[in-house]
C-alpha cells in the first residue's frame, strides 16, 4: 500500500473486489487440474469495462511510482483486447505481441511455456524503441496480479 496516496489504493482495493467477483471460474480447461479464470463477463457490462480499466491505471501507478509508460505491449489474445484501451487512457503507445505467425514483418520470436504445454510470442522488430519504459499485460489471472518495477521497465501483468 502506498501510504502517500491512501485514498488511491481505497479505490484499487475496492476496484479489485468488484472485478474479481464478475469473474467466472472453470475448473479443469483446458486440461485438468487448470482453473480458468473467465474475464469475459467483465466486457459485458461498461461500467466493469471502465473499473477494470481504472483498476489497471492505479495498480501501474502504485506499482511505478506515478512513473507512466511509453508503450503498453498486449499478449495474446485477451491482452490484445485490454492492452489499446488501457494504453490509450495512460497516454502511450499500443504494441501487440501474438502468437507465431500471425504478424507480417520481420518479428522477434520467444518461446514460453505453459502449465498444458510450450508455444511461441512474437513482435515486431523496432516495435518497441531502446530506453522505453514498458508494461506488459496478460490475461491470466491464476494465482493474482503481479507486478514487477526496475529502473528500465514496469511490467504488470497476470500469473
Do not use: N
Given at each position: 500500500?502506498?501510504?502517500?496516496?491512501p485514498?488511491?489504493?481505497?479505490e484499487l482495493?475496492?476496484?479489485k473486489?468488484?472485478?474479481?467477483s464478475a469473474?467466472?471460474q472453470?475448473?479443469?480447461?483446458?486440461?485438468p487440474g487448470i482453473?480458468?479464470e473467465?474475464?469475459?463477463?467483465?466486457f459485458?457490462?461498461?461500467t466493469?469495462?471502465?473499473?477494470?480499466l481504472?483498476?489497471?491505471e492505479?495498480?501501474?501507478?502504485?506499482?511505478?511510482?506515478?512513473?507512466?509508460?511509453?508503450v503498453?505491449?498486449g499478449?495474446?489474445?485477451r491482452?490484445?483486447?485490454?492492452?489499446?484501451?488501457l494504453?490509450l487512457r495512460m497516454?502511450?503507445?499500443?504494441?501487440?505481441?501474438r502468437k507465431?505467425g500471425?504478424?507480417?514483418?520481420?518479428?522477434?520470436?520467444q518461446?514460453?511455456?505453459?502449465e498444458?504445454?510450450?508455444?511461441?510470442?512474437?513482435?515486431?522488430?523496432?516495435a518497441?524503441k531502446?530506453?522505453?519504459?514498458?508494461?506488459?499485460v496478460?490475461d491470466?489471472?491464476?494465482?493474482?496480479v503481479?507486478?514487477?518495477c526496475?529502473?528500465k521497465q514496469?511490467?504488470i501483468?497476470?500469473d
Amino acid at each position: 500500500q502506498s501510504p502517500a496516496h491512501p485514498a488511491r489504493t481505497t479505490e484499487l482495493a475496492s476496484l479489485k473486489i468488484r472485478i474479481r467477483s464478475a469473474m467466472r471460474q472453470f475448473p479443469d480447461f483446458p486440461s485438468p487440474g487448470i482453473l480458468f479464470e473467465d474475464i469475459m463477463p467483465i466486457f459485458a457490462d461498461p461500467t466493469l469495462h471502465e473499473a477494470l480499466l481504472r483498476c489497471l491505471e492505479l495498480h501501474i501507478l502504485e506499482a511505478c511510482g506515478d512513473q507512466k509508460p511509453d508503450v503498453i505491449v498486449g499478449l495474446e489474445a485477451r491482452g490484445v483486447l485490454i492492452g489499446p484501451s488501457l494504453a490509450l487512457r495512460m497516454g502511450a503507445g499500443f504494441v501487440p505481441v501474438r502468437k507465431r505467425g500471425k504478424l507480417p514483418g520481420p518479428c522477434e520470436t520467444q518461446a514460453f511455456d505453459k502449465e498444458y504445454g510450450q508455444d511461441f510470442f512474437q513482435m515486431q522488430v523496432g516495435a518497441v524503441k531502446p530506453g522505453q519504459k514498458v508494461i506488459v499485460v496478460d490475461d491470466i489471472i491464476a494465482t493474482g496480479v503481479y507486478s514487477v518495477c526496475t529502473q528500465k521497465q514496469c511490467w504488470i501483468g497476470a500469473d
